[in-house]
């Protein structure tokens, strides 16, 4: 596609239910992120996949918290038992990593409003 | 460790005048710089990046960021500011060293921005 699509782009939930967030990445970008933007707040790096590498985890708030990506493409971030404090809108971005890979651009996604009652 | 200061939470400014948002980095290797606008309940929009070259970067919507070593800042402007300018601005600097934190993305807080008519 054109850009980052993520899906669903609004999610409302009861705490303690399990939900998937999706992310398709821009075709041909080898690098895919995922960030949390709660209300209020700035952007909250969770989880980072690049290429075939061990993805940088550092970010995940807790155990509750997963992603996968599959055939270095689709992305899924999975939060177990969901809190209250889980309500937030989940940012997926990817870029490209030919030539200078810290000069380009990561682009955004629309986001995955997630709303835990 | 990379990190980025957005050290004003607001900025209001009359339509016609010049913007400043402001931006100080910290960055233990070379910079790379970045401006992203969101507006509600919108993905974030890239603006304009610095990686090297001339200081003033030029970028979409008629803005322009300035790079200043001395003083670590990469601070955003405008000649001349549109109502349809506010929106929330963040500043972010992505990690060009070696290591597993290799391409991350680090945000400031942001700054709202409010033109009035």
């Known amino acids: 596609g054109a850009g980052v699509s993520q899906s669903p782009s609004n999610k409302v939930t009861e705490k303690g239910k399990d939900v998937e967030l999706r992310c398709d990445p821009i075709?041909?970008?080898?690098?895919l992120y995922w960030y949390r933007q709660s209300l209020g707040q700035g952007l909250e790096f969770l989880i980072y996949?690049?290429?075939?590498?061990?993805?940088?985890k550092s970010g995940l708030p807790s155990d509750r918290f997963s992603a996968e990506r599959t055939g270095g493409s689709v992305s899924t971030l999975t939060i177990q038992r969901t809190q209250q404090e889980d309500s937030a809108v989940y940012l997926c971005?990817?870029?490209?990593?030919?030539?200078?890979?810290?000069?380009?651009?990561?682009?955004f996604g629309e986001g995955s409003w997630l709303t835990v009652v | 460790a990379q990190s980025v200061a957005q050290p004003e939470d607001q900025v209001k400014v009359a339509e016609g005048n010049p913007l400043t948002v402001k931006c100080t980095y910290s960055?233990?290797?070379?910079?790379?710089l970045f401006w992203y606008v969101q507006y509600p309940n919108r993905g974030l929009q890239f603006l304009l990046k610095?990686?090297?070259?001339?200081?003033l970067v030029k970028g979409s919507y008629g803005f322009e960021a300035e790079f200043n070593k001395s003083q670590t800042s990469f601070h955003l402007k405008k000649p001349s500011a549109l109502v349809s300018d506010s929106a929330l601005y963040f500043c972010?600097?992505?990690?060009?060293?070696?290591?597993?934190?290799?391409?991350?993305?680090?945000f400031g807080r942001g700054t709202q921005l409010t033109v009035w008519p």
């Open positions: 971005a990817s870029s490209p990593t030919g030539g200078f890979f810290s000069g380009n651009t990561i682009y």
């Open positions: 075709s041909g970008h080898t690098a």
């Open positions: 996949f690049q290429g075939n590498s061990a993805p940088d």
């Open positions: 960055v233990s290797g070379n910079p790379y």
């Open positions: 610095y990686i090297t070259g001339d200081n």
């Open positions: 972010a600097v992505r990690d060009g060293d070696r290591g597993s934190t290799l391409g991350r993305l680090y």
